[in-house]
């Protein structure tokens, strides 16, 4: 199985390669187990790996694909505008590209507060 930059291409300014690798390898160890002996074990664990993956990093690709078009959607730039004065705002921003904060983490109370009074 493929993981960190090997699963697919990733922005390398987000410097993520290394982080999902770690994430994506224990995924695969908590999903395959002790089913490496029983080859129809192993295949269906290989398959939820595989589905959970595309769960998980399906988003951090298609950020990817966004990045890479150089076209920066208004609502992006309306948020880096309206976060560019908060820098714990922004250094949460910048941990959440980098996978050390969840995105959950970084759309917090502070955040919906900043950008309704924008």
Known sequence: MLVGDALHHKDSIAARGITDAFI???LLADRVGEDLR??????AALRRYARDVDDKFTD????????AELQ???SRLSLLRAISGNQAL?????ATLSGAC???????????????NV
């Open 24 to 26: 994506q390898s224990q």
């Open 60 to 67: 951090f690709f298609r950020s990817t694909l966004n990045v």
């Open 90 to 94: 922004t250094d949460r921003y910048f």
């Open 72 to 74: 920066v959607p208004e």
């Open 102 to 116: 969840s995105i959950d983490d970084f759309y917090n109370a502070e955040l919906l507060e900043t950008l309704a």
């Open 38 to 43: 029983d080859p129809a074990a192993l295949d």
